[in-house]
C-alpha cells in the first residue's frame, strides 16, 4: 500500500526546539565559513519559547510505502521430502508497515502533528501450517 501527500505546509516544532538547546543541526558553528556563522542570540531569538514564526515552517510533500506484505506458499507436492504425509500446505511470509517514507521534511514524520509521535515502522513473520 502506498500513500502520498503533494503540497501544503507543515510547522515543525520538534526543530524550534532543538534550537532551545540549541542541539538543532543548524546552530552548530564548527566547519561554517566565518560569513556564515551566527551568533547564539540569533538562534535563541528563533526559538523564541513556543512562539511560531515562518523559519520553521516546511513543506508537507511526502510519499509513503505504509505496507508491504510477502508471502510463499509450498504446496504438498513441494512438502513431499519432509512433512508432505503430514502437511497439505505451509506459507511462510513477512509482513512490513510504514517501511519507508520519503519527504524532505526535517523532523520525525511529516503526519505527526505538533505533539504527535511519529508513525512506527514494525516488521512481522508469519507461519501458516494446514493439515
Known amino acids: 500500500m502506498i500513500d502520498a501527500q503533494i503540497g501544503g505546509d507543515i510547522y515543525n516544532e520538534t526543530w524550534q526546539w532543538g534550537l532551545r538547546e540549541m542541539r538543532a543541526v543548524e546552530a552548530d558553528q564548527f566547519g561554517k565559513p566565518e560569513e556564515l556563522k551566527k551568533p547564539a542570540l540569533y538562534y535563541s531569538t528563533l526559538y523564541d519559547v513556543n512562539s511560531t514564526n515562518s523559519h520553521f515552517v516546511e513543506k508537507a510533500t511526502y510519499w509513503k510505502w505504509r505496507e508491504l506484505a510477502v508471502t510463499y506458499t509450498f504446496d504438498r507436492r513441494a512438502l513431499s521430502g519432509l512433512f508432505g504425509r503430514f502437511l497439505e500446505k505451509l506459507s511462510i511470509g513477512a509482513v512490513g508497515r510504514n517501511v519507508l517514507t520519503l519527504t524532505d521534511y526535517r523532523g520525525y514524520d511529516?503526519?505527526?502533528?505538533?505533539?504527535?509521535?511519529?508513525n512506527f515502522r514494525t516488521l512481522a513473520g508469519v507461519i501458516e501450517f494446514e493439515f
Do not use: D, I, K, M
Request: net charge negative.
Open 110 to 118: 511529516p503526519e505527526a502533528g505538533t505533539f504527535g509521535y511519529p
